[in-house]
């Protein structure tokens, strides 16, 4: 039976041939399939180009999951409220809506606590981590990685 870090090293492994696949269809140029050369009066090459273009968006996202995974941790500290009312690690980084965040939470699902991705948001009165409302922020141990999620 595989354990974890047997799959992570295939999903590494897979990533390097998503990054070759999104290189050869021009997604990695363009953000989109539009490098390619297509007949626009092909009804067949229309479904193609649509279709793959689902694809590619997809893979696109899969290979961003998989380098964030990869990438090393370069603090892991607590929160605390700076002046103008949002959470900062002790090295300075900041979270505010939207902001994505690795968090260590526990829930009536896990017997043990765990590292989450999830999002910061705001009530009106404080932060808050979505789908984890009754954790509070200030004191809540993070991590945070060389690089920020694909999508802050």
């Given at each position: 039976?595989?354990?974890?870090?047997?799959?992570?090293?295939?999903?590494?492994?897979?990533?390097?041939?998503?990054?070759?696949?999104?290189?050869?269809?021009?997604?990695?140029?363009?953000?989109?399939?539009?490098?390619?050369?297509?007949?626009?009066?092909?009804?067949?090459?229309?479904?193609?180009?649509?279709?793959?273009?689902?694809?590619?968006?997809?893979?696109?996202?899969?290979?961003?999951?998989?380098?964030?995974?990869?990438?090393?941790?370069?603090e892991e500290s607590r929160?605390?409220?700076?002046?103008?009312?949002?959470?900062?690690?002790?090295?300075?980084?900041?979270?505010?809506?939207?902001?994505?965040?690795?968090?260590f939470v526990s829930d009536?699902?896990?017997?043990?606590?765990?590292?989450?991705?999830?999002?910061?948001?705001?009530?009106?009165?404080?932060?808050?981590?979505?789908?984890h409302k009754d954790i509070?922020?200030?004191?809540?141990?993070?991590?945070?990685?060389?690089?920020?999620?694909?999508?802050?």
């Open positions: 039976m595989a354990d974890l870090q047997t799959v992570l090293s295939e999903a590494i492994k897979l990533n390097r041939n998503i990054e070759q696949f999104l290189k050869f269809s021009t997604y990695t140029d363009y953000d989109d399939l539009s490098g390619l050369d297509i007949d626009f009066t092909d009804g067949e090459q229309l479904l193609l180009l649509d279709e793959l273009r689902r694809i590619t968006e997809r893979l696109a996202d899969i290979q961003d999951y998989i380098s964030y995974l990869t990438r090393p941790v370069i929160l605390s409220k700076g002046t103008a009312g949002k959470y900062r690690t002790a090295k300075g980084h900041c979270y505010d809506c939207t902001s994505v965040i690795e968090a009536k699902y896990h017997d043990v606590p765990y590292w989450a991705i999830t999002s910061v948001e705001h009530n009106g009165k404080d932060y808050y981590l979505v789908g509070p922020m200030k004191g809540l141990r993070v991590r945070v990685r060389t690089q920020p999620w694909p999508w802050q």
